[in-house]
């Protein structure tokens, strides 16, 4: 039981390159989340998905898109990177429901130059 | 906006049991209490987390004041590996669907030899 995998765990871009940030869970869970966070600050959620077919925007969603592919596998994709978008992105997934928790990923370290 | 208030630090002996508290003067009656923390740049991991009772799970112990304005997590014999920056975060409860962690910049506890 792997729980929240994420590919790749460190990657390099430049400015204007497009990328793909890959999450997986096997815990049958429902919904998922992608969030970043930036030196120093707590993590800011920038899409979630309920379940399955929807997804919703979070606090930070400009510079990203989010494709819900099944109910394992939540992408994050960046069309034109930006330095901004320098920061390390979490995935998470949770069951709703009473006492909902959310279990992260290990985390994408992304360096855009 | 994160509805909690932590001090940004705190310093802890080996052995010892932590106090970590959390003002949440703004509760409203139906939102949990949630703790979170995250050891070095990993993934946040759940800890604990209460809506009116104190709780006790094997991880700590989270006292909630009878007005529900603050609460406590409590380590009763703190370690090196428990030095992380610790999240408190208020949830609001709602069946199905997605619920939103809204994460403040934490408070950092350092475990000392």
């Known amino acids: 039981n792997a729980g929240v995998t994420q590919t790749p765990k460190f990657q390099v871009l430049k400015t204007g390159q497009s990328m793909t940030l890959q999450c997986a869970q096997d815990?049958?869970?429902?919904?998922m989340y992608w969030y970043r966070q930036d030196p120093g600050m707590g993590l800011r959620l920038i899409y979630y998905?309920?379940?399955?077919?929807?997804?919703d925007k979070g606090e930070v969603p400009n510079g990203y898109n989010v494709s819900r592919l099944n109910k394992r596998e939540f992408s994050l994709r960046l069309e034109s990177a930006a330095p901004s978008q320098t920061s390390v992105y979490f995935c998470?997934?949770?069951?709703?429901?009473?006492?909902?928790?959310?279990?992260f990923g290990p985390g994408t370290r992304l360096l855009v130059l | 906006d994160a509805k909690t208030t932590q001090p940004p630090s705190m310093d802890c002996a080996e052995g010892r049991a932590a106090n970590l508290p959390c003002n949440h003067s703004t509760i409203s009656g139906n939102e949990y209490v949630y703790w979170y923390r995250q050891i070095h740049s990993q993934g946040p991991q759940y800890i604990i987390h209460?809506?009116?009772n104190n709780e006790t799970n094997e991880m700590a112990s989270l006292i909630i004041t009878e007005d529900r304005k603050s609460s406590t997590l409590i380590l009763p014999h703190a370690t090196l590996r428990d030095t992380a920056v610790y999240y408190c975060i208020v949830r609001t409860f709602t069946q199905g669907g997605s619920e939103k962690l809204v994460f403040g910049k934490g408070m950092k506890l350092t475990v000392n030899p």
């Open positions: 815990m049958n869970h429902n919904s």
């Open positions: 209460g809506l009116k």
């Open positions: 998470a997934s949770s069951e709703p429901g009473l006492g909902e928790t959310q279990y």
């Open positions: 998905s309920a379940s399955e077919g929807t997804t």
